[in-house]
């Protein structure tokens, strides 16, 4: 079993930043791709950022790119999430999951082994 808790979430203005943690127990944390997601009210869960486990590859949604960061601190069993220029529309519930394949496409219907509990981040405009 993986255990993932994230943090860092908060309220925000639009065009503030945060950065979001999600950390790992449980198992070999480098045997494990990463992953954010998110859930805004009443739409279904989206792919946010993947990173593999290394940290040498990354992959984003589109609506996201040049605005969030994904990076990983295996030392630390510890992934990141650095959100900049937040607009209104990033509101949701972020989540961090794991698997051990690193996927390139259709991130938002594979399986993944582990879920976090999340953590909101709420964008007043």
């Known amino acids: 079993q993986v255990q993932l808790v994230e943090s860092g979430g908060g309220l925000v203005q639009a065009g503030g930043s945060l950065r979001l943690s999600c950390v790992a127990s449980?198992?070999?944390?480098?045997?494990?791709?990463m992953y954010w997601f998110r859930q805004a009210p009443e739409k279904e869960r989206e792919f946010v950022a993947a990173?593999?486990?290394?940290?040498?590859?990354?992959n984003y949604r589109d609506s996201v790119k040049g605005r969030f960061s994904i990076s990983r601190d295996n030392a630390k069993n510890t992934i990141y999430l650095q959100v900049n220029s937040l607009k209104p529309e990033d509101t949701a519930v972020y989540y961090c999951?794991?698997?051990?394949?690193?996927?390139?496409?259709?991130?938002?219907?594979?399986?993944?082994?582990?879920w976090g509990q999340g953590t909101q981040v709420t964008v007043s405009s």
């Open positions: 990173i593999n486990w290394s940290g040498g590859r990354t």
């Open positions: 999951a794991a698997t051990q394949i690193y996927y390139t496409t259709y991130f938002d219907s594979r399986p993944y082994d582990y």
């Open positions: 449980g198992r070999t944390f480098t045997d494990y791709a």
